[in-house]
């Protein structure tokens, strides 16, 4: 980065490390289901469910859900759009950390 | 938003970087389903010749077989379960396969209208398109060499002479499912933790 180059924003919704951890997991799957996604990120039930419910307002993942012998089972798939909010965030780190080397 | 430290940001990039591998990381277990679909035909098949009822011989084992199949998937789905496209791909292969060996099978079982060597050859054929298809996708050399077994298995279910073809069975349906089908599940256990 430049000196005259702006300083990148980070979007703040992809920022939060949970969020961040579950969009680069949902980035190299297909599809994951809720239990999967806590095994991977190590995180409760409540947290998860809060961030995955803020990853859907903002259309980043889209969930799909179902019963499996009657119980709830939500399928988690990451956006188009979610998808290319977590390769911006990546690329503006990369040029902070540039930066910050220079 | 204010600029993050270099620390955080190495710590953001790396994590970015271990979730992905981490949702790459294959921890399925498959050679089950190569033993199982190996050992329940192999007993339809000394049932006909030794235990009593011998029409029923291959609609109980086929049934009970795809039974249990679907139980052990769905017992697994309850462990939760993160779906890259290649298993997507592979499963959706495997699927097919199955289904259109059991639709041949028990339509030919119910029937009795099939061909005995066409069934064989197109049997072997689909099974050995199955394995190659599915070792190109993941890269095993040992299950091409598996799906060379079933070719050969289907070159040969056109030379031998009728009264052989259920022995050829047997032999291909041990090497390649119930050989193939110990390996992998050898394979699955002793890389577990990696």
Known sequence: MSEGDPIPELNPIVHGQLRLAVLSLLSAVDHADFRWLRDKTRATDGNLGANLAKLEQAGYISVNKSFIANKPNSLYRITPAGRKALAEYVQSLKKLLAGSIN | MQAPEQAEIVSRLKLVEEMMAEGRHNTQRWGWVFLLWGIGPLIAMFWETHWPHPPVAWPVVLAACTILNGVLIKIRKRTGEGRTITMRSVGAIW????????????????????ELRSMYVALFAVVAVAHSTSSIILRWPVQFFTALVWWAACIAALILPITRLHLLSMITLFVGNVVFGSWLTYREWSHQDE
């Open chain 2, 95 to 114: 699927g097919s396969t199955g289904l259109t060996v059991l639709l041949v099978v028990l339509g030919s079982a119910f029937l009795g209208s099939s």
